[in-house]
């Protein structure tokens, strides 16, 4: 129930604080291990992600040193797997590997997502930091539908099976 309220409350001050930015539009590239490149747009909702459209996606903030971060990675190669062509996870890592370290570190792990360094794209980290007033626990996760709009978000590891109701319940829509 703490976690229910917690996430609720979480919910509610970023739709707050974006809410407030409404009026301004920010825009962020993002470049991957692989060197593809992302632009994020700030909505009054959410996040619209190219490449992401009318996907449910997972952004992930994690370290290679966080154990649960570490347990979580299982989870989101499986659930990658599973639904290809409907869901899209990134993952940024924010304890300090660059790109070449991460690289070799996503694929010792057999990552088949998304990863971007947090060091690289510390503009990012930051902005999600002040629209969803986090702290910097990881694993950290904002969920988004189809349309972009943030609809869960998560402090803390879930296990796999909530990773897929939650993606169930958004792909439906």
Known sequence: MKK??????LLFSFLYAAG????KKSSIEL???????YTVIGTPKGLK???MEGKVVFLEFFGHKCPPCLKSIPHLIDLQKKHPNDLAIISIEVQ?????QLQAFAKQKGMNYTVISGEQERLFVSYISQRAQWQGSIPFLL???KQGDVQFIQAGMLPESALENVFEQLNKK
Request: cysteine-free; proline content about 0%; glycine content about 10%.
């Open 96 to 100: 300090g590997l660059d790109n070449a």
């Open 143 to 145: 969920v988004l539908d």
């Open 20 to 23: 407030a930015q409404s009026e």
């Open 49 to 51: 992600i190219s490449g």
């Open 31 to 37: 470049t991957d291990i692989n060197g593809k490149h």
């Open 4 to 9: 229910l309220l917690l996430s609720l409350l």
